[in-house]
């Protein structure tokens, strides 16, 4: 199996004086930048804490039926009101597969089998990062319909997908059509 690896968004990488940490949350002093392995980081001069930059990790589904796409508009920010693959972030016990599941029952009220990996994709922003890990799956139960985070939802002809709220959603699909 192919992973694909991307990189969208990531000429945006964070500047090196953004800093989400101010304070060491080991022993509380005050963070300063340092080179660590090439990088300009939050570190502690006091007890060489790091506070690395680590991204989101988020696990999306694409459920294909008859060469058509389900899609959700979203309903919440970022990209309130724009179309995206059901997904969200990985929970810190769970695998992404499972969270890709779990997200598809909660935005679009359906229980998916997942089928395969499509691909691993990377998105930068400038407060920090996401790896989007891609699944392809199918409806086992439910009839779609919008959840509390969704404002609708609308099966696609595959080559008649309207443009996505994420670069990363838009290189899966693309990827996808591509396949076969």
């Known amino acids: 199996m192919a992973v694909a690896m991307t990189s969208a968004g990531s000429e945006s990488r ?19 930048e340092r080179d660590v392995e090439g990088r300009a980081l939050p570190a502690c001069p006091a007890c060489d804490y790091i506070a690395f930059r680590d991204p989101k990790v988020v696990a999306v589904t694409a459920l294909v039926e008859d060469g058509a796409v389900w ?40 229980r998916v089998r997942i089928e395969r990996l499509l691909g691993v994709h990377h998105a930068g922003f400038a407060d920090g990062g996401v790896v989007v890990i891609a699944y392809l799956g199918a409806i086992t139960g439910g009839r779609p319909a ?4 969704a404002l609708e939802v609308a099966r696609f002809p595959l080559p008649e997908v309207p443009p996505l709220a994420f670069g990363t959603h838009t290189e899966i699909l693309t ?3 591509t396949a076969g």
């Not at 919008?146 to 985070?149: K, N, Q, V």
């Open 71 to 110: 899609l959700l508009r979203r309903g919440i920010e970022p990209c309130l009101g724009e179309w995206a693959l059901p997904g969200g972030y990985v929970d810190f016990d769970e695998h992404p597969s499972h969270a890709a599941a779990r997200e598809c029952l909660e935005e679009i009220g359906c």
């Open 14 to 32: 964070p500047p090196s004086t953004r800093r989400r940490h101010r304070f060491c949350p080991a022993c509380g002093s005050e963070l300063t």
């Open 146 to 149: 919008p959840g509390p985070e």
């Open 175 to 177: 990827a996808l059509r």
